[in-house]
């Protein structure tokens, strides 16, 4: 806290950012929530026979936010793996993704950093159909790609280490760059593989479709089911509601703190005026009842104890106030008696 009893600039700065960090943490509170909001009031509909009946007789022949789940089938065309045999898909993703150390000048630290260099997604149009045999009952799969989470099952991971020369090295040394390696994934969606799906479904020329929801909400098509991924989002909207608790109580700390110091450095301003006004009141009455050859002496005298000259220099402050008796019974830290500025250093005072 500033002399003048105005908040430092340290402590401005810790109240902007626990305001700031606080109320972004609280948005993203409000949007988990909302999210699982939504998909506690979607409808679950089941794939079977009479799935087409209950669109039918829909508003719209829509759902606009249902919960569907069913195994996954290829329309006409599969994808085939290009590292493991025999394993046929829907969607493809290959991914290759660069690892390497970076020197951080801050810290002096080699730190592990990744980006990806290159990502390719091939995908075919395919269906969700019921788990039973003998139910004649599809959902087409629209935009599958905008989902949220995308249920891909990891089927080949390989690690390619980078090669270095002693040259290499030194010249990564130098750069504050070490290539580690290139890591080679390959995801895909498998045909037969349990599905969720979590959109609008529509029924349109007798066929039903599964796509993307309106209304800003979320398209999901998650190889978990649908208990598991309502758990993970309230597991997530109460995360972000722990944070958001937490920097709201320190901005509010912070905040008190501040008020605090405000309200004692003011308390403090008003007991020392109170106390130079006295002072000033006691010494206009000695100087009244006084003789007119003790007046003089009167000014000179110590402000603590009236008995005794002043003797003293206060530095930094520079007032003239005490003896060196009272100078040195002051409490640690020792402060003036007029403006309670901390002393520095005293320098003596001689009267000739």
């Known amino acids: 806290m500033e ?23 609280y948005s993203v509170y409000r949007q988990k929530a909302r999210v699982s909001q939504e998909l506690k009031g979607a ?3 089941h794939l079977g026979e009479d799935l087409k009946s209950i669109l039918s007789e829909a508003p719209g022949k829509c759902v606009p936010y249902a919960v569907i789940e069913g195994a996954v089938r290829s329309v006409k065309e599969t994808l085939n ?39 390719r997604t091939n995908t075919v149009p395919f269906d969700l159909v019921p788990h039973e045999d003998g139910v004649d009952v599809a959902v087409r799969v629209l935009k599958p790609l905008d989902s949220v989470d995308l249920g891909l099952e990891t089927v080949y991971e390989k690690f390619h280490p980078s090669i270095q020369s002693f040259t290499d090295v ?42 993307p929801p309106k209304q ?8 978990q ?20 608790l937490v920097f709201g109580f320190a901005t509010c700390a912070t905040l ?24 000033q009141e006691h010494e206009a009455q000695l100087l009244s009842r006084a003789k007119p050859e003790d007046r003089e002496s009167l000014k000179s005298a110590c402000v603590v104890c009236l008995s005794s000259f002043k003797s003293c220099v206060f530095l930094e402050c520079g007032h003239v106030c005490s003896c060196t008796e009272c100078y040195r019974a002051l409490p640690e830290p020792k402060k003036c008696p007029i403006c309670r500025q901390a002393i520095t250093r005293v320098i003596p005072l001689y009267n000739s």
């Not at 690892?99 to 080699?110: E, G, P, Q, S």
């Not at 080679?184 to 979590?198: C, D, H, I, P, Q």
């Not at 800003?216 to 190889?223: E, F, I, T």
């Open 3 to 25: 002399s003048g009893g105005r908040p430092s600039l340290c402590q401005f700065i810790l109240l902007g950012t626990t305001s700031v960090v606080t109320a972004a943490l």
């Open 43 to 45: 409808k679950k509909v």
């Open 81 to 119: 793996s290009q590292f493991v045999e025999n394993c046929k898909g829907v969607i493809q993703r290959l991914t290759l993704q660069e690892h390497k150390m970076v020197w951080n000048r801050t810290t002096h630290l080699w730190n592990d950093c990744s980006k990806i260099i290159h990502q």
């Open 170 to 211: 030194i010249g990564h040394y130098i750069s504050g760059e070490r290539p580690k390696g290139i890591q080679e994934t390959e995801e895909m969606l498998k045909v037969g593989a349990t599905l969720t799906g979590v959109g609008e479904l529509v029924l349109d020329n007798n066929s039903v479709r599964l796509q």
């Open 216 to 223: 800003g909400m979320q398209y999901y098509l998650s190889s």
């Open 225 to 244: 089911d649908f208990d598991s991924l309502l758990q993970r989002q309230e597991s997530s909207v109460r995360l972000w509601k722990v944070l958001a």
């Open 256 to 279: 008190f703190f501040i008020l605090r110091k405000q309200y004692l450095q003011r308390q403090e301003r008003l007991r020392l005026r109170q106390m130079q006004e006295e002072f």
